[in-house]
């Protein structure tokens, strides 16, 4: 039975902006994963308790995962996730980085490493939305060389127009498109708020709350699953 680690963050405000997880970018992927026999853990940087962003379990906002997810007394997973320094690439298959605007400000800092290693030993790596943050300080060695894992690699993210749309570009330093793009990467996305992921090998990227399921479907297949 393949396995995957759900990582997700443990920061609750992006400067004075009350935030965290994106619910849909929990639960889609989780049921993606579960309804096809994968086992998945779910860590976040610190350990404990999940912070979710208030706004994605708005009416405006929630969805059948969600729903699915509270009706399964899922959120009780989330309250006692094991923390990102327990993570072991040897131990899983697949790593899955949910997004949510926490993301910009823990996972840069201390994903890196981790998303190194996972692509280093062949295994897939998933990122969505604001997950993407996890890859800004990945790298990857190319004929001898050690360089940003993303470098000339098909990614997904967060974009300008979307950060734009929501009212927080003047709060993160980079969107996860403009990020990608200074590293080196092809970025591709559809239109604002519409499904997009892309994969690359094992690199798996999707671009917002809408690309959870597709993007964890394409790492299914990456998983040969």
């Not at 379990?57 to 929630?62: A, D, G, K, P, R």
């Not at 993160?172 to 892309?198: F, I, N, R, Y």
Request: glycine share 10%.
């Amino acid at each position: 039975m393949p396995s995957v680690a759900i990582v997700a963050t443990s920061a609750d405000l992006l400067k004075d902006h009350p935030t965290g997880a994106w619910s849909e970018e929990i639960t889609g992927p989780f049921y993606v994963f579960k309804d096809k026999k994968v086992d998945v853990t779910f860590f976040s940087v610190k350990g404990g308790k999940v912070p979710i962003d208030a706004g994605s379990l708005s009416e405006n906002f929630v969805t059948e995962n969600d729903k699915r997810f509270e009706q399964d007394d899922g959120p009780k997973l989330l309250e006692t996730t094991r923390a990102l320094g327990d993570l072991k690439a040897d131990d899983f298959d697949c790593v899955f980085f949910a997004g949510g605007h926490g993301t910009v400000v823990d996972f840069p800092d201390a994903c890196g490493a981790i998303a190194s290693e996972f692509y280093a030993k062949g295994k897939v790596v998933g990122a969505v939305c604001h997950g993407p943050t996890a890859l800004y300080n990945a790298t990857k060695t190319k004929d001898g060389v050690e360089e940003a894992l993303v470098k000339g690699m098909q990614v997904a993210g967060f974009t300008d127009k979307e950060e734009e749309q929501v009212g927080l570009l003047k709060l993160v330093d980079d969107t996860p498109e403009s990020k990608m793009k200074k590293l080196g990467a092809e970025h591709s996305c559809g239109e604002p708020w519409t499904p997009h992921a892309v994969r690359d090998g094992t690199l798996v990227t999707g671009q917002n709350p809408q690309s959870s399921v597709k993007t964890a479907e394409l790492c299914l297949e990456a998983l040969g699953n």
